[in-house]
């Protein structure tokens, strides 16, 4: 309860729902983006900022928090399963200078979990980007690389859960922290319950 009266005194938060790798996949994935420091040159991702966004809110009114967390709960409500996803390749975004790995197959729990946020989301008054998902991890930005590392074998994140996140601006770069986590199972572990 702190947490969200503390953001209900600031103006705007920046928020987005995401899912954090289990412990094993984010260790693989520190180690892949230190490797990275042999191929590339730039700036890599903060081992507790590594994520796969679902939906990116943006910056909404703290007022909004309670509207927000009603739509993520009416998805958890639901239902929602468990689901692997399947990371096979590094690649670079030349244009935008980013590394990211990518999930070679998307699994149709991932489709139904980002229409579901889209569609509660819209229907709650939120305005969302509106362009094609494209799951992907950042691993590095602002990336000048000769080439890429190959994977020696896939890498397997276990997704149980999915959360909201705050993005704090700072003068050491973005700041993300969980602010609500909603099982695939069903369980609600937000400030609310």
């Not at 503390?6 to 928020?15: E, I, P, S």
């Not at 996949?25 to 507790?48: H, I, N, P, W």
């Not at 994520?51 to 739509?71: I, N, P, R």
Request: with cysteine.
């Amino acid at each position: 309860m702190a947490e969200e009266t503390r953001l209900v005194r600031q103006k705007t938060v920046r928020l987005f729902f995401a899912i954090w790798p289990d412990r094993e996949a984010c260790m693989q994935l520190v180690r892949l983006t230190g490797r990275l420091a042999s191929f590339c040159e730039g700036r890599k991702t903060k081992t507790d900022n590594i994520h796969l966004t679902l939906v990116f809110v943006g910056e909404v009114d703290a007022s909004q928090m309670a509207a927000l967390y009603k739509a993520a709960d009416e998805i958890k409500d639901s239902g929602g399963r468990a689901f692997d996803l399947i990371i096979e390749r590094i690649c670079m975004w030349k244009r935008k200078n980013i590394v990211y790995a990518e999930i070679s197959e998307i699994p149709q729990p991932l489709i139904d979990l980002v229409e579901a946020l889209q569609s509660r989301l819209s229907l709650a008054g939120f305005s969302l980007e509106e362009r094609p998902y494209k799951p992907h991890i950042t691993l590095m930005r602002n990336a000048s690389c000769k080439t890429l590392p190959e994977l020696a074998e896939p890498m397997v994140w276990r997704v149980r859960e999915w959360v909201l996140v705050r993005s704090d601006r700072t003068s050491d770069g973005s700041v993300y922290t969980p602010i609500g986590r909603w099982s695939l199972e069903g369980w609600s572990n937000h400030p609310n319950n």
